[in-house]
Every structure is written in C-alpha cells, then in structure tokens.
C-alpha cells in the first residue's frame, strides 16, 4: 500500500486522537506501517543522495559506515559490531548534568541505585570478589564499556575493576560528558589500563574544559575519542570550537543518530521524526546533520575517524549479539521503545509541505474512513 501523504495525514489524526488504551485493529496497523515505510523510503532517499556525495565513505562489513584512516575506528566499536557484542557495566546511578537528550531526562533522581559495593554485568549483580568466578566460569567478551549515568560520580571506584579486566585481556571503554574529569583522575584511569575514553562533548555544549580534558587524556589513554547523539546544537558548537578540538589529537567521533524513548521524546515535539524498521523513533535531521558532518571531514582529510553510528548501525549491532549468542536466525532485541505507537509525533512531519513520498497511490477498497471503522 503507497498510501498518499494526505491520507496518511488525516488517518494520524485520527489515531492521535484515540484513547490511550484503545487498540489499533489489523486494518488500522496496516495504514500506520504503510505510513512508516513511504516516510522511511523518503528518508533512506534523502540519506542516500547525501552518501554519494562523500568520496572517502567507507563501510565495514556493509555494518556501518565512516571517513578516515580505519586504524583509528575504535576498538569497542569493532567488538560491538563484529565481536561478542559490548558487555555493559554499571554501578554509578547518578549525573552531575540533565541533557534534553538523555534517554533516563526527567526521571535522574529516581534511577534505581545498583547496589552498595556491588556492580551490574549482564543484568546480574556482582561484588567485586566475584569477577574472579565469573572470568573462570563464563566466556570473556570481547569488549565491555562503563556506562550508567555518569561514571565520574565515583570514578575512584573504577580502578580496581578495571585493572581485573586489563588482566583477563578484555577491551574496555568508559563513557563520560567529562566535566568532572581531571588530569589525576585521567593517568589513574590509563594506569589501571583504561583502553578507550569516549567524552560526551555535546552534554557540555563543547565546553572548553572538556576539550581540555579530551586533549590530557591523550596523554594517559590510548584510544580517546567523542560519542555524541548528533543534534544542531552539537554540530554548531563543534564548527565553532573545531581547532581547538583537533589540537586534542582525539582518535575518532561517533555521531550517533538520536533515538527517543518516553523519557525525552517530549523535549523534541514538533521535529520531523521518522522511525526505523518499526524500531527506534528519531528526528529526520540526526543522520542528516551526521552525513554533513562526514562530508566535511572528508573534504577536509580531518586526521581521525568519523563514524556514522546511525540506526542501521545499531540493527547490525543488535543481530551481530544475537548471532553471538547462538539465538535463532533473524533473531534480535532491536525494538520499538515505545508499548504503544505514539502517532502523534509523526503529525509535523505529514504536515510539512517541503517533505514528499516518494510515491502514492489511492486507499484501496476497504481502507476509506467510512469503510475501516464500520
């Protein structure tokens, strides 16, 4: 079904306006998917125009794509997307930031703590004298990263995990928006055998401390790098701090396309939004802001890699763990974060006059207003 724009239209506008718990009928799914794909092959255009304007776009494994020297793309990328996966670990429940981003926005004072002196691994709780058992008894990963929220709340805790893990020869990474960050803290994380440090820089709005930050661990880590969502506000303050963030001598960005959750879907209404393979909902100028962003450090030969963690991405991620894994062909946890379709958010888009299908076609019988609801 190529269902027309202005169809597609008046049919959200019904759903929108439909009771929360109501279920949408067979008939109904069918107009909200076919409304999907006709925005998702608009975007994928769009997108694909934007692609073949980069001469240097390069692709591992048709998994991601990226510019510049492959060297340099980060090691916990490749275990994400050809290894066994990125075994996260948490123990920190707090920030010292709130981003209009952030997938846990408006609820930081209610994220459930882990666990005093405990950790979190594989949704399992550990204390620190049971790594030894569980390096002994499970197979190591590839890679691990420390995420959940702000790991500098405590980083003094970080140190002695860390250093297990160097042990065992696992590749380790640690996310923070690095305003807490200092240069002791910064040796004490490469000393304990930190291999890749990957700085928030948008959550600061490219503060000037955190560049500083990026450019002294360098000094101490060996793989420093920025993971970013990609917005407007990221990429103009990039332009305009661009020298001093290439005087870092930083290894890679990761441009992450914004996806939304619940938690800050709200901070974005009004923005044209599209979603995924049914999947992950996110704002049409993420991935498009990101293509730019490539284009540029490709003309540009910037000295590092720029890495297009888009929502593909993210799907080969998902079907590399599960292939891991030993789960079923086709099997995946890429998914929708929504339990029911938020119809709503995908009004602006249908009522923008400078975004078109690619094609349509007339409702066929049995898909009319007066025909699908009676």
């Known amino acids: 079904m190529k269902i027309s724009k202005k169809d597609a239209l008046m049919w959200f506008e019904f759903f929108s306006a439909l009771p929360e718990d109501e279920e949408f009928l067979a008939k109904q799914q069918e107009i909200i998917y076919a409304t999907f794909a006709q925005i998702e092959a608009a975007i994928d255009d769009r997108n694909d125009k934007l692609m073949s304007e980069i001469s240097g776009l390069k692709t591992f494994g048709n998994r991601t794509y990226f510019v510049g020297n492959e060297k340099n793309f980060p090691g916990g990328c490749r275990s994400c997307l050809f290894g066994t996966g990125l075994s996260a670990i948490r123990k920190t429940n707090k920030c010292n930031l709130e981003c209009k981003f952030c997938y846990n926005y408006g609820e930081l004072d209610d994220v459930p703590p882990i666990g005093e002196g405990m950790w979190e691994i594989g949704g ?102 920025i993971e970013t969502p990609m917005t407007p506000e990221f990429f103009d303050a990039f332009f305009m701090k661009k020298q001093a963030i290439f005087d870092t001598k930083l290894d890679f960005i990761n441009c992450a396309e914004l996806h939304l959750n619940a938690n800050n879907i709200d ?108």
């Not at 994380?189 to 990957?198: P, V, Y």
Request: hydrophobic residues 35%; charged residues 25%.
């Open 124 to 225: 399992t709780k550990f204390y620190e004298k049971d790594i030894d058992l569980l390096l002994s008894i499970q197979q190591k990963p590839t890679g691990i990263s420390y995420v959940y929220l702000e790991p500098y709340m405590e980083i003094e805790k970080y140190y002695f995990i860390i250093k297990k893990f160097r042990a065992a020869g696992i590749h380790q990474h640690l996310y923070t928006n690095g305003t807490l960050a200092t240069e002791e803290t910064l040796k004490a994380l490469g000393e304990a055998g930190l291999d890749e440090i990957r700085f928030n820089l948008g959550a600061s709005n490219c503060a000037d401390k955190v560049i500083e930050n990026i450019g002294i661990a360098k000094k101490y880590i060996k793989h420093v790098g």
């Open 267 to 374: 901070n974005y209404f009004g923005e044209n939004m599209y979603i995924s393979r049914h999947g992950y909902i996110s704002p049409v100028w993420s991935r498009e802001l990101t293509l730019k962003f490539m284009k540029i450090a490709d003309n540009e030969n910037w000295d590092f890699v720029v890495h297009d963690c888009s929502n593909h991405t993210k799907f080969a991620r998902s079907l590399n763990l599960s292939s891991k894994e030993g789960r079923w062909f086709g099997a995946s946890n890429y998914a929708c974060e929504f339990s029911r379709i938020p119809c709503e958010v995908f009004l602006p888009i249908l009522h923008d006059n400078n975004f078109k299908f690619l094609w349509e076609e007339e409702l066929p019988m049995g898909y009319q207003p007066g025909e699908l609801m009676f």
